[in-house]
């Protein structure tokens, strides 16, 4: 195998496969990438058995070949190399990969292609075609809310489903930690499918928010019953499906919330922000009362020292004092974008939502703490 391309494109690809690969793996293969080189194409796939990416790019292909390399090392080396240079690598009997770059050469060991798992990419589910971006704004309105809790498995990563909801298509994404909830749907012009939900693992959902930063127009998508398989320009993202029942989080939701707070978003995170400094990992309840008019919170610590910040705000419902975990709240406030928020309150122990007007299909719960 033989083949020159430019630092820039190899690096940029490399970035895309490197950090999927699981550099403690128990099989020293998983700690490769697979590197194919055939008609002026280079095809590079890398894998931890859960996750794999395979993405072809254009290169000028001497002789053709292929063998795996270390991801991490060959990474770490191109990195390091001048922006303007080209990089010619070699390999003649697969055991070995000679790269030249500059006055710089490495001669660097490799594992046999036979040794690679095989990344199946054939797509027999069902597809959905999606505008990058759209579905980016998803995936980073939704993901704070997954769970990292392992013995509820379920819980971490994203559900995604596609329905019909009276006239439109929509595809949705919901994360919960069984303490908030994140729901987010987006209006889509796919024929009338129904995708039964399915749970993408978090791992993947964070690949895929870096992957789509880059990316414009639309990307298609996937979705049989064990795999979801992303078509993102050259590259394909493969991942398992999380096996495991998500709630219904349409029942989580609350209808009944009769009172309404419109409140400034930056006034209110600033001063969650204050008065929870106070807070610790022990006790990071914050205490909201609602009177008329105006958001008193409050907050406690073990020291019993105190803090309390008032803030003008619309409400007009009854007097309702209540508690909720502080970074939540400005967890949630962080991913909004209006000047102003709707949070609505049912009493003192059930959950909450909150809204903004420019993205009405995005709502957060919040359950409520012990004051």
Same mark, same amino acid.
Do not use: W
């Given at each position: 195998?033989?083949?020159?391309?430019?630092?820039?494109?190899?690096?940029?690809?490399?970035?895309?496969?490197?950090?999927?690969?699981?550099?403690?793996?128990?099989?020293?293969?998983?700690?490769?990438?697979?590197?194919?080189?055939?008609?002026?194409?280079?095809?590079?796939?890398?894998?931890?058995?859960?996750?794999?990416?395979?993405?072809?790019?254009?290169?000028?292909?001497?002789?053709?070949?292929?063998?795996?390399?270390?991801?991490?090392?060959?990474?770490?080396?191109?990195?390091?190399?001048?922006?303007?240079?080209?990089?010619?690598?070699?390999?003649?009997?697969?055991? *070995?990969?000679?790269?030249?770059?500059?006055?710089?050469?490495?001669?660097?060991?490799?594992?046999?292609?036979?040794?690679?798992?095989?990344?199946?990419?054939?797509?027999?589910?069902?597809?959905?075609?999606?505008?990058?971006?759209?579905?980016?704004?998803?995936?980073?309105?939704?993901?704070?809310?997954?769970?990292?809790?392992?013995?509820?498995?379920?819980?971490?990563?994203?559900?995604?489903?596609?329905?019909?909801?009276?006239?439109?298509?929509?595809?949705?994404?919901?994360?919960?930690?069984?303490?908030? *909830?994140?729901?987010?749907?987006?209006?889509?012009?796919?024929?009338?499918?129904?995708?039964?939900?399915?749970?993408?693992?978090?791992?993947?959902?964070?690949?895929?928010?870096?992957?789509?930063?880059?990316?414009?127009?639309?990307?298609?998508?996937?979705?049989?019953?064990?795999?979801?398989?992303?078509?993102?320009?050259?590259?394909?993202?493969?991942?398992?499906?999380?096996?495991?029942?998500?709630?219904?989080?349409?029942?989580?939701?609350?209808?009944?919330?009769?009172?309404?707070?419109?409140?400034?978003?930056?006034?209110?995170?600033?001063?969650?922000?204050?008065?929870?400094?106070?807070?610790?990992?022990?006790?990071?309840?914050?205490?909201?009362?609602?009177?008329?008019?105006? *958001?008193?919170?409050?907050?406690?610590?073990?020291?019993?020292?105190?803090?309390?910040?008032?803030?003008?705000?619309?409400?007009?419902?009854?007097?309702?004092?209540?508690?909720?975990?502080?970074?939540?709240?400005?967890?949630?406030?962080?991913?909004?974008?209006?000047?102003?928020?709707?949070?609505?309150?049912?009493?003192?122990?059930?959950?909450?939502?909150?809204?903004?007007?420019?993205?009405?299909?995005?709502?957060?719960?919040?359950?409520?703490?012990?004051?």
């Amino acid at each position: 195998m033989k083949f020159t391309i430019t630092k820039n494109l190899f690096f940029k690809t490399l970035s895309h496969l490197q950090s999927i690969v699981d550099k403690k793996n128990s099989l020293p293969i998983l700690s490769n990438i697979l590197i194919e080189a055939s008609e002026n194409k280079l095809t590079l796939s890398s894998t931890d058995m859960d996750i794999s990416i395979k993405e072809t790019v254009n290169c000028k292909v001497l002789e053709d070949g292929s063998t795996t390399i270390n991801a991490q090392i060959i990474y770490d080396i191109i990195r390091k190399l001048s922006d303007s240079n080209e990089i010619e690598m070699i390999s003649n009997d697969g055991k *070995l990969m000679n790269l030249r770059s500059g006055e710089s050469r490495f001669s660097l060991a490799c594992l046999p292609k036979e040794d690679f798992p095989l990344i199946d990419t054939k797509n027999s589910g069902s597809e959905i075609n999606i505008d990058a971006q759209s579905f980016r704004k998803l995936i980073d309105k939704t993901k704070f809310a997954i769970s990292n809790e392992e013995t509820r498995y379920f819980l971490n990563g994203l559900y995604l489903n596609l329905s019909k909801e009276v006239e439109d298509n929509l595809l949705t994404l919901v994360g919960t930690d069984g303490h908030r *909830l994140a729901k987010f749907s987006s209006l889509n012009n796919n024929e009338s499918i129904d995708i039964p939900g399915v749970i993408i693992p978090k791992k993947t959902i964070l690949e895929l928010s870096k992957l789509l930063v880059e990316v414009s127009g639309e990307i298609k998508i996937n979705v049989d019953a064990n795999k979801i398989v992303f078509f993102i320009d050259n590259l394909i993202l493969i991942s398992k499906l999380i096996d495991g029942n998500f709630p219904d989080y349409k029942k989580v939701i609350p209808q009944t919330n009769s009172n309404q707070l419109i409140i400034d978003r930056i006034k209110l995170l600033s001063a969650v922000d204050r008065v929870s400094t106070i807070a610790n990992e022990k006790s990071p309840v914050i205490k909201f009362k609602l009177i008329e008019n105006l *958001l008193n919170m409050n907050a406690i610590n073990n020291e019993n020292s105190t803090a309390t910040e008032n803030i003008k705000a619309i409400y007009s419902g009854d007097q309702i004092e209540i508690g909720f975990n502080s970074k939540y709240i400005m967890d949630m406030l962080n991913n909004l974008e209006d000047e102003e928020v709707n949070l609505t309150f049912k009493d003192n122990s059930s959950p909450i939502t909150v809204t903004e007007k420019s993205n009405p299909n995005l709502v957060y719960v919040l359950m409520p703490m012990r004051v």
